[in-house]
């Protein structure tokens, strides 16, 4: 069945523009999650979406960061007045259930702040 | 704070041995745990998975070792082939909250 899928793939912006990067979870997932990986890093975690519950955002690493689910499905995360140091992949995953359950990522987004 | 840490960043195998990738974590509530591969440019893939109340769980070529005691983790792949070249991830739950804890990873070169 389809996996999970994020668009675009790649991002080009300039320093101060804001973007989005969309992620499409595996249907019936009702739980997304998005993580950041610089180069040569480990997932940095960023926010959190549990069906209805109010989003966990103690990831997110400053108020220029926010994230979307609608219909608890389709997720948006934006980054406001983008800066060279937001330049990473942005991994998003969904998992059927909370954090005791398997997550399957989606093949990234790579943000370049230039 | 939470760590999930790698003994090896780096490892390099022959092709047709057997692989073993190690990881700490330090958060002794974390009752479940992930291994995940990361080839160039995609998504981390799972790879097999164990819960707590488990010591050993065996998938297709893969053997995940969990030890409670000193709180490792470990992932065995047996017979490694070219395939299995990647980044390997270790990530546990932490059961605080809904984070999952990844190491930095440890990248796996097979030798033909």
């Known amino acids: 069945g389809a996996g999970v899928s994020q668009s675009p793939s790649n991002k080009v912006t300039e320093k101060g523009k804001d973007v989005e990067l969309r992620c499409d979870p595996i249907s019936g997932h009702t739980a997304l999650y998005w993580y950041r990986q610089s180069l040569g890093q480990g997932l940095e975690f960023l926010i959190y979406f549990q069906g209805n519950s109010a989003p966990d955002k103690s990831g997110l690493p400053s108020d220029r960061f926010s994230a979307e689910r609608t219909g608890g499905s389709v997720s948006t995360l934006t980054i406001q007045r983008t800066q060279q140091e937001d330049s990473a992949v942005y991994l998003c995953?969904?998992?059927?259930?909370?954090?005791?359950?398997?997550?399957?990522f989606g093949p990234g987004t790579r943000l370049t702040v230039l | 704070g939470e760590s999930v840490g790698l003994h090896l960043p780096t490892l390099s195998v022959q092709e047709g041995d057997n692989s073993i990738i190690n990881c700490a974590y330090s958060?002794?509530?974390?009752?479940?745990f992930i291994w995940y591969k990361q080839e160039s440019g995609k998504g981390p893939q799972f790879i097999i998975d164990?819960?707590?109340?488990?010591d050993k769980r065996q998938g297709q070529r893969v053997t995940v070792l969990l030890n409670k005691t000193v709180k490792h983790l470990s992932l065995q792949i047996a017979a490694t082939q070219p395939g299995d070249s990647a980044v390997y991830f270790c990530a546990e739950n932490g059961r605080l909250g809904n984070q999952f804890y990844f190491g930095t990873g440890t990248s796996l070169t097979v030798i033909p």
């Open positions: 958060n002794s509530a974390s009752d479940y």
């Open positions: 995953a969904s998992s059927l259930g909370p954090n005791t359950d398997t997550q399957y």
């Open positions: 164990i819960r707590s109340n488990m």
